[in-house]
């Protein structure tokens, strides 16, 4: 399974941008670029989704490099409520799918 | 539309008790998907399920049984309850691969 690594933490500031990286050098062709994020201890909100090509919703952007060996969600214009801690998941695309989560980087959003 | 719901959402067991957590989905989802999280760690992936009467270990599935027999069910049981077992438990749901997982909010599980 294709392994991700992010950052432990990082810190932003009230209405910047939050640019959050992720490395998944192992990471296979068809296999996608998941981000969800954890409020305290709700269940994952997912964020966006992408496999070749940068992906924008409301929430955010994702920008996938050419080689898909690392990505970077970009949370525009981020608010405090945007504290959360950010997982990059390269999804399986058998074994049912599944999602495998790492450690995640806790973001903090300051005044 | 519920999404995915989870029960109980809180339960306190005592070591060698045995119960069943259950996660319902009213999105017609083929995919099912358990998880727990300890403090301060990610999710780990117990059991799974790709279809109904279907499924599968994940990473963790040492002491939980799962089944599904309802498409729109996925069952996780404990058949005797261990401390370790202490944890937070994520139910999830997908159409399947390349579409989003939804999760539901979660049921604290506390062995004493």
């Known amino acids: 399974d294709a392994k991700t690594t992010q950052p432990p933490s990082m810190d932003c500031a009230e209405g910047r941008a939050a640019n959050l990286p992720c490395n998944h050098s192992t990471i296979s062709g068809n296999e996608y670029v998941y981000w969800y994020r954890q409020i305290h201890s709700q269940g994952p909100q997912y964020i966006i989704h992408g496999l070749k090509n940068n992906e924008t919703n409301e929430m955010a952007s994702l920008i996938i490099t050419e080689d898909r060996k690392s990505s970077t969600l970009i949370l525009p214009h981020a608010t405090l409520r945007d504290t959360a801690v950010y997982y990059c998941?390269?999804?399986?695309?058998?074994?049912?799918?599944?999602?495998?989560f790492g450690q995640g980087t806790e973001l903090s959003v300051k005044p | 539309n519920a999404g995915v719901t989870q029960t109980p959402k809180f339960r306190v067991l005592k070591t060698g008790q045995s119960m069943t957590l259950l996660c319902a989905q009213d999105m017609n989802h083929e995919y099912m998907y358990w998880y727990r999280q300890d403090p301060g760690m990610g999710l780990r992936l117990i059991h799974y399920?790709?279809?109904?009467?279907?499924?599968a270990k994940g990473e963790v599935p040492d002491g939980y049984n799962v089944s599904r027999l309802k498409k729109q069910n996925f069952l996780l049981g404990l058949e005797s309850a261990a401390p370790s077992q202490t944890s937070v438990y994520f139910c999830a749901s997908s159409r399947g691969p390349g579409n989003t997982i939804y999760f539901g909010e979660g049921s604290w599980l506390t062995v004493v």
């Open positions: 399920s790709v279809g109904e009467g279907t499924t």
């Open positions: 998941i390269v999804r399986v695309d058998n074994q049912g799918g599944k999602l495998i």
